[in-house]
Structures are given as C-alpha cells and as structure tokens.
C-alpha cells in the first residue's frame, strides 16, 4: 500500500505573493500554512473564507483547499453559516478559517461578536495593520492614539479598540495575539484552528506602504505590546453546533398543539378565497386562524395571510384565508370567493387595497348592516354583526356562519376549534350562528 507522505504545503507551487515589499501579510501567510500542515489537514476539509482588502487576496495562493470570498466585514458571517451547515447537517469535519483585515473587522464587528457568543466552530485570523491598507491607509478603529494616516494627518485622536476585550467580553474561548513576525504563529493558529469552537488571532502587522513611512512603528515594538493569552478565565464551553445537536435536535419532542391531523371531510373541490376584514383587537386574525386549522382538519390544504397597521393594535385587521382540496400554490386572491367585512374599519381597508373592486357577480360579501352603502359586484348579505355578536365574535361569527350556508369546511372541525378555543364561552357563537343564520341570503 503507498504510503501518503506528510504534506509540506497548501500553497501553490512557486506561488507569487501579491503585497508590498516589506508587509506582514508575507509572515500571515507563511503561518497560516505552517498551521495547516503542522494539522496535516486534508486540504478538502479547509475552507478559507476571505474577507476584501490586501490579506483578502491571499486565497488565490491556496490550491486545494476551498476558498470563499466574500464581501467587506461579512466574511465571519458567510463563515458562520458555513460552519453552522456542516456542523449540524453534516459531519462537522471541516476546518473553517477566516481572513479578515482591520478594516473588515470593523466594518462587521457585530459578525465576530455573534460569532464569539455562538462559541462556533470557526477560526478568525486577523491581519491588524491599523489601517485600511488597499483602499488608500485610511485610519481603522483599530488605528492607535497620534497614528498617522491620510485620513488622520495629524495623528489620530480616538484611542483604539481592543478586539481581544470584546472577544473576552462575547465569551470567546480562545483569543490570543502574536505579531506577524513571531516565530510561534504557526503554533497559535494551529491551536487556533483545532480549538473546538470560536478562536480568534489578532496579527499584529505593518503595512509598509502607509503606516511605516508616516510612524515610529517597527516589527520589534509590535512584538512589545503583544499580550500573549486573552481568553484566560473564560470558562470552557461547548461549540454552537454541538449544543444544538445536544439541546435542540435531541431534545425530547414537545406536546404540541400545532400538528393537526385530519379527521374531518370536506366536500370542496377546489379552491375557495376568503377575505375577512375588521377591526384591530377584535379577533378577526384569530378567525381566520382557526378556520384555516378547520380546513387543516377537514383534509384540505390552507394558507393565512395577515395584515395590519404598523401600530398593530389600532385600526383595521385584514387576514387573507385560501381553502383548497389541491396544493395552494398562490396564496393572493385576485378574485374574493367571499368577502367578511365585521366593521367601519374594515370597510376602509378593503376599498382602500381593491378588494371590493375585484369582487364578482358570484363573490359572497357578508358586511355588519350598519356599514355605509358600497359598490360591489358581489352579493352582498347584511348582518346585524355588531348588535348580536359585539365587535369581539363579529369577524367569526360570521365566518362560521358563512360556513354553515357554504359548507366550505367541516362544520365540527370549525365547532372543535371554536370550543377547544374558547371553552365555556363558546357558547355565545352558537347563539351567534342562530340568530345570523335568517340574514345570510346566498
Ligand atoms: S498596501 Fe499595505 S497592507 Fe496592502 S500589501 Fe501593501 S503593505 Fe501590505
Ligand atoms: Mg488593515
């Protein structure tokens, strides 16, 4: 049998690095791959997720391994996705490792913060040269206090961030900082990258076009101020994607009073479009609901639409029900089968969005008498909605009595809904029913 021999590399051969002479992002990238092969992963199980700026280049350098760039900040993003996909639907095997410079970091802070209280399984590696190196030295928040920058000629006065405290601060378990030219990098992002969970690397780098020429900045004051260990005193967790295997995905399944198995029959063939319209807080989403359970329970298929003003608990409360014995591949109604309209309120809203104005000579308006005179190709019944069921029960009362005279779903489903909904009070929209019933002229 051949023997695989250790691999010494996951660049390319005789790759051409493309920075400025001089520029850490050289020591970056020599590390990140010493890491790799001190791991000798298979390069099929690395996925480098790059972010836009100088360091974000280096992923043309890399053959084998997947590489994925991606926009300005949001490369912990992409990778948290990443991670997240193969870790809970997958077998949690690959090794995922962002390249993100200053700039990026800063523009996607909240990317790594997530990132960092998941406790996901992804690398951040960043190149920290205090400045936008790529797009013209433009001072970053990583930028310290008197630095020099086109953007701060005379010297930055907005002391920096400390990227490492805020990891601490998201519960990040490994956080450590190295300059560019340690000798240890390789190490450290190699721990970095077997880390089960969130690990973060800041490189301390110059960038030899911009900060150099214009600062007091070498490689040997970078290694001065690095602090070696940041993570010490964060308890040990356990990484985002097995939690959820562990918590959610094995987590006993609940009772749930969502799942309703059909145990009615309809007679409907075909689809029927309902549009219910009426007053915020009076119930009328809630009717709908239970209708759409109702059809759910009869055998038919059923979609609910709801809308209502911003302020949600004033004004109008429209919701858009589709019964159907096929699957509802639309669920917008062009022309209204029937039309509930339970108050003034409602009234306004289905002129106002052309519901009464699609109507049909065969589409069934059902309206609280009192209601103003409206124009309506439908036919329409007047009710005493208001006067016997009060605006509460009006919008189902009236569904539920449509229903009686149209037989669209099961009548008992609709009864086991509105009695299992509301219990001894359900008896008012049986004495509802009854007293509407003579007025339903379909
Ligand atoms: S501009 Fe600065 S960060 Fe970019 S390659 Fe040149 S030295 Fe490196
Ligand atoms: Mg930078």
Redesign the pocket.
Known sequence: MEATLPRTTFTKENAAF????????HHYVKHLDEAFVSLQLDPKQVCIVSDI???GILDSLFAEPHTFHTTHGRSTAFATGIALADGILHDAKLKTVVVI?DGGATIGLLHLVNAALMNIDVTVVL?N?F?Y??TG?QHSQFSPLEFVTPTTPAGNIVPPMDICSIMKSCGATYIRQASATDKNLGTIIGEAIAHPGFAIVEVL???????TPFNKIDGKMLTGSVHHNDSGGVPERKDFSSLYKEKVLGAPKRPSDDTIVPHYTSPLRGSRRIVLAGTAGEKVQLASFLYMKSAIASGLHATQKNDNPVTQGSGFSLSELCVSSDDILYTGIDRPDAVIIASADGLKEVRANGTLARCTPDSIVVAEQTLPEFECAGKVSRLPLRAVCTGSRAALSALAALNVAKGWVSQDALWEMIDGKFKEKSAAFHRDIEALMPFIKI
């Not at 920075?19 to 992002?25: V, Y």
């Open positions: 493309p920075f400025c002479k001089g520029c850490g992002h700026g100088c360091i410079g190149a040269n400045l190196g790529m030295g780098e110059l960038c030899t076009e911009w900060a």
